[in-house]
């Protein structure tokens, strides 16, 4: 009975948190700072052309739901050729994540890629730093991830160009489900007038 309490306390805690976050983004973050310069299907969509286009020489890859699946290692061939496609153009790509855990490592290496753990995204201190290291300006670069509140959040608080993709999968670590899509949820209309959420064409 006192676990079947402390799980109820536990879920009424989380819907609180959720009201919350949802009430506070609808004054603490404006709309345009949420809001994509281009939005693609999938990582694979994204049309190289353009990115160069709009100046962009530097791409800062989220790895969660953009390139892999949550909490695993796997890349598919599309995403592979796509990156290697990137790089033969001169592009240098880098994966910009929140996680810390080798497995960053290990999927940066297969994507020949460096890599910002920790990143602190939607803070942009570390990859402020990266780009001055690599002689890079932010409009430059582009911030391609499959969240608002983290990834394009970043990516306009910095003037890169921001890349939203869907995530590949719905599965996501609890936080991001209660906190990041809560918060989504909540501003989507004003973000995107007259689109569904999540209904991106190939690439717009």
Partial sequence: MREDGAA?????????????????????????????????????????DKLQG???CCILLDIDNTVS?????????????????????????????????????RIAELLGADS?????????????RYLSECGIAPENCAVIGDQLFTDMLAANRIGAVGVLVEPICKRE??????FNRTRERAVWKKVFPG???????KCD
């Fill in 8 to 48: 109820v306390i536990i879920m009424q805690m989380k819907l609180l948190l959720k009201r919350r976050r949802a009430a506070e983004v609808k004054t603490a973050v404006k709309p345009e700072m949420l809001r994509p310069a281009i939005t693609a299907k999938e990582l694979a969509a994204i049309d190289i």
């Fill in 54 to 56: 709009l100046g962009v």
């Fill in 69 to 105: 699946p949550w909490g695993e290692e796997t890349v598919t061939e599309a995403t592979l050729r796509w990156v290697s496609d990137a790089a033969k153009r001169g592009i240098r790509v880098t994966i910009a994540t929140n996680g810390k855990k080798a497995r960053v490592d």
């Fill in 116 to 128: 910002i753990k920790s990143a602190g995204k939607p803070g942009i201190k570390k990859i402020s």
């Fill in 173 to 178: 670590w609890w936080a991001t489900k209660v």
């Fill in 195 to 201: 689109k569904k959420r999540r209904s991106f064409s």
